[in-house]
């Protein structure tokens, strides 16, 4: 019974390409949150939804959209996609904003 | 925006030692997690601590708001517990900041 799921684990992809991240829980929460962790650990939150509304918007390129069909669900598409955002993407959730939160077990995403 | 330090940022334990991370943080917070990254990347909310003393099994941790540090406290190290240590805190702005982490490796 996974808490926090995504999909793929894995996405390797050229230069340019456009890719879709999934992600489910199902454990009822309101806030659902992404994370990009770099080649050094260091984890730093992206976006943030309450409630299927947008509530945190980090400074990050306008090729990063995320969308929130429902409570459960939060997805993240990248356009025109670089090297730099080679790095491991997590998405989290808490029943409540400010809350404990919860990590799905990440996407390695590889630019080539 | 809040600074998060973590020390010390590498710890080498013999199995069955005890150890003590700190957090220490710039400014007041409504939010403070800790969590384990394992060695396959999961990440574990160990726990939500934005002030006082909690403990769950061989770990404990305790938070002093007024003099912003928390610590974590792992009692009895077992391999397992090897991995990433991170400290997270909000200040009223939803965004969780995290530290660097401490990374942990238990030896048998």
């Known amino acids: 019974d996974t808490a926090v799921s995504q999909t793929p684990k894995y996405l390797v992809t050229q230069m340019g390409n456009d890719k879709s991240i999934k992600c489910e829980q199902n454990?009822?929460?309101?806030?659902m949150y992404w994370y990009k962790q770099d080649s050094k650990k260091f984890l730093k939150i992206m976006f943030s939804?309450?409630?299927?509304?947008?509530?945190i918007n980090e400074t990050v390129p306008n090729r990063f959209s995320p969308k929130s069909p429902d409570k459960a669900h939060l997805n993240l598409h990248i356009n025109s996609l670089e090297l730099g955002d080679s790095a491991v993407y997590f998405c989290?959730?808490?029943?409540?904003?400010?809350?404990?939160?919860?990590f799905g077990p990440g996407t390695r995403l590889t630019v080539t | 925006g809040i600074q998060v330090e973590q020390s010390p940022p590498d710890l080498i334990l013999q199995e069955g030692a005890n150890s003590t991370l700190r957090c220490n943080f710039s400014?007041?917070?409504?939010?403070l997690q800790w969590f384990h990254q394992n060695p396959w990347g999961q990440l574990i909310n160990l726990f939500y601590i934005p002030s006082g003393t909690k403990q769950n099994g061989r770990l404990s941790a305790t938070t002093v708001a007024t003099e912003r540090y928390s610590l974590l406290y792992i009692s009895s190290s077992q391999t397992t517990d090897s991995g990433v240590y991170f400290c997270a805190v909000e200040r009223n702005d939803y965004k969780l900041s995290f530290g660097a982490g401490t990374t942990v490796t238990v030896r048998a």
């Open positions: 400014d007041s917070v409504n939010n």
């Open positions: 939804y309450n409630n299927k509304e947008l509530i």
């Open positions: 454990l009822g929460h309101d806030t």
């Open positions: 989290a959730s808490s029943r409540v904003t400010s809350y404990e939160q919860y």
